[in-house]
């Protein structure tokens, strides 16, 4: 059964930029890690034709606009890595794209799940200045394993030795993996079973060969043909993403990525087939396991000791460095996760999808922040901003109970399956909610239950907190739906404090403070015009994904309603009026005056808000705002978390509302 997913409709984001608005390192961050955006594909080339290793960035096309950047090497470390300039992007490219050595020059190709063909962007110029002429089309077909395969990743590599390289494209199939063929936000979808074994099947990717009797600037090419390793079709767990090199001389070797945190490598047979494909092993004959999903590895000597090395971009858009530390007693050779490639121009990439909470935890009067993400951390930035508000300090990862923060949705915990074992989607608030004057954090996640993560206080930076408590309703604890951004307010300043979220159903519900875990009287908040509160017309999965912020956005003593949305999101929830489906089809934020009572909280039918007269579109996934006086004005501006990992600053005086 053939299945056509979310993104598959997706709407290129070709909205404002919001670069400019960005916040930014202080200038005592000298490094920090490289980012590619949402889910990177990455490559080393000599782009400049010196011998260089320069790192090519590119980024899931479906959403904030596929671009590709370079990092040239300008410097080597003592490890002999090398030193990573300022981004540069390279114009007039998109998927993900890899390097095609062809003599002097090399070309780019480029897959992408937005389209059926596979784009070669010959390069026209020289060596050291190359420039790339229209892209070469190229349709393809193949003796497919599954069929209704995407593109997931191509490169050209010469896999039958007779020095001609061929186009190697590695494929994602989701046809198995749905239950009966209903996705997460189809009615009648159901994941699980009662004892929580997932009712699908698996994630597939394959890999295909299609002989070149052209040349590299203007392939011509065969039918394409499925891979074997062993008897059977090479196969990986959903979006395999090819890899070549030889670790030991003579002998070629695949390594692949997959949706999951592990990598394969198999070892090449003269027929041009594999063996069967093994998960990669550290120098201890362990397993080696990445930290977060959907990895694009590219194999090359990182640190220059004559061996192959393994960098590996993620879904959470940062690249890990695998080196390489000899053969194992099976032939193969075994990596040392070393960390994330960093760059000394860096720039502020707080994951993917994130969403940023503000506090002023250093007592200097300048708000930080807590940041979560899809990955499921929660990252502190200092408010480094004594000169220029812009300045954060560099990110360090929050703990509770001394251990480091990492939500993690398992096999069972996504409403999206086991696909999403390794999603966190932290979506943290700050209050004082256990009354010591200090700023708890509370914060909901994939599973759609909502902790607390109490402040120990001491004075320190960045701050402690204890190991986390569940938030209880009734007795039990509390689960709603998923991804959504919990707010806390005191409606009419007496001391008791509310806790707002979506609950079970998608409806915009408020529960009353009854203990520092327990939650008491819940009721459903109303537009103006008596209809319970929602934010979108589907279901399932489909629901959840809302950024809440309360404050008083206008001055008026009364607690008003902003909120960050994904681009499915519909509010009302009528398809006739809804927004943003009708108005950018993105992740937008939208701003609800409340016009009800200090007891009965109604709000106002929700405008979009604009940008310097542009209605806010961020994308695909989510926009998540938190209102702070961010460089102490006496006005609240927003500071918004955008799909792409930046975290803007979004002045008062250049937004409006109707």
């Known amino acids: 059964m053939s299945v056509k997913r979310w993104e598959d409709d997706a709407t290129v984001w070709q909205g404002p930029s919001y670069g400019a608005e960005a916040l930014e390192y202080h200038p005592d961050v000298t490094s920090a890690a ?16 010196t011998g260089t290793r320069d790192l090519l960035l590119s980024a899931w096309d479906p959403c904030y606009d596929g671009k590709v950047f370079l990092r040239r090497q300008i410097g080597t470390h003592k490890d002999g890595t090398p030193i990573l300039g300022q981004e540069e992007e390279v114009e007039g490219v998109r998927g993900y794209v890899t390097a095609v050595p062809d003599g002097d020059v090399f070309h780019l190709v480029s897959a992408s799940r937005m389209r059926n063909t596979i784009y070669l962007f010959p390069n026209i110029g020289s060596r050291g200045a190359p420039t790339f002429g229209e892209p070469v089309v190229l349709e393809l077909d193949a003796n497919w394993v599954k069929g209704n395969e995407y593109y997931h990743m191509a490169r050209f590599h010469d896999i039958d030795g ?14 198995d993996y749905w239950p009966n063929g209903l996705e997460w936000n189809d009615h009648g979808y159901r ?3 009662a004892a929580g074994r997932w009712l699908g099947g698996p994630l ?8 070149n009797s052209g040349t590299l600037a203007a392939p011509v090419l065969e039918m394409g043909r499925p891979i074997m390793a062993g008897d059977t079709p090479l196969e990986v767990y959903g979006q395999l993403a090819p890899a070549f090199g030889a670790f030991t001389p003579g002998q070629q070797s695949l390594v692949a990525g997959e949706f999951w945190n592990i990598l394969h490598i198999a070892s090449q047979r003269p027929d041009g087939h594999f063996e069967p494909n093994q998960l990669i092993q550290t120098p201890d004959d362990r397993t080696l396991e990445l930290d977060q999903c959907i990895h694009l590895p590219c194999v090359t000597d990182w640190n220059g000791d004559g061996t192959l090395d393994i960098l590996a971009g993620a879904e959470d858009g940062y690249v ?4 390489n530390c000899g053969l194992g007693a099976d032939g193969l050779p075994r990596f040392e996760k070393v960390g994330r490639v960093e760059t000394t121009w860096p720039l502020i990439h707080a994951g993917v999808l994130p969403s940023p909470a503000a506090h002023d935890f250093t007592g200097n009067g300048r708000p930080d922040l807590v940041v979560g993400n899809s990955t499921g951390e929660l990252l502190f930035y200092e408010n480094r901003g004594e000169t220029d508000p812009r300045s954060l300090g560099k990110e360090e990862m929050l703990t509770a109970g001394g251990e480091p923060i990492r939500i993690a949705a398992g096999l069972t915990g996504s409403i999206q399956g086991p696909s999403e074992k390794m999603f966190g989607y932290t979506c943290p608030t700050i209050a004082d909610w256990t009354g010591t004057g200090r700023g ?20 320190v930076i960045p701050p402690r907190f204890a190991r986390e408590q569940l938030l209880t309703h009734e007795g039990k604890p509390l689960k709603t739906v998923w991804r959504v951004r919990p707010a806390v307010t005191d409606w009419n300043g007496t001391g008791r404090l509310h806790y707002l979220a979506l609950d079970a159903e998608g409806i915009l519900s408020d529960w009353t403070r009854a203990s520092d875990t327990e939650l008491t009287d819940k009721r459903h908040l109303t537009w103006e015009d008596g209809r319970p509160i929602r934010f979108t017309v589907d279901v399932g999965g489909g629901r959840g994904r809302i950024k809440l912020c309360l404050c008083d956005w206008e001055g008026t003593g009364r607690t008003d ?3 960050g949305t994904h681009a499915r999101a519909c509010v009302p929830d009528d398809p006739a009026t809804g927004a943003p489906r009708n108005t950018t089809g993105q992740a937008g934020l939208f701003y609800a005056r409340n016009v009800g009572t200090s007891d009965q909280p109604r709000f106002a039918l929700p405008v979009p808000m604009q940008h310097k007269g542009e209605t806010i579109a961020m ?8 209102a702070v006086d961010w460089d102490g004005r006496g006005a609240l501006d927003l500071v918004v978390g955008v799909e792409d990992g930046s975290l803007v600053w979004l002045k008062r005086e250049d937004l409006s509302w109707q």
């Open 619 to 626: 994308a695909m996934h989510v926009a998540s705002p938190e």
């Open 162 to 175: 007779d020095g001609v390289p061929e186009l190697i494209i590695g494929s994602d199939s989701w046809d």
């Open 320 to 323: 890990t460095y695998l080196r």
């Open 34 to 49: 490289v980012a590619g955006r949402i889910i990177t594909c990455v490559d080393v080339v000599d782009w400049s034709g």
């Open 191 to 193: 994941g699980y079973d």
């Open 561 to 563: 309603l902003i909120f």
């Open 440 to 459: 708890d954090i509370l914060c909901s996640d994939v599973t759609g239950y909502h902790r607390l993560f109490r402040n120990l206080g001491g004075g």
């Open 204 to 211: 597939r990717g394959f890999l295909y060969a299609f002989k």
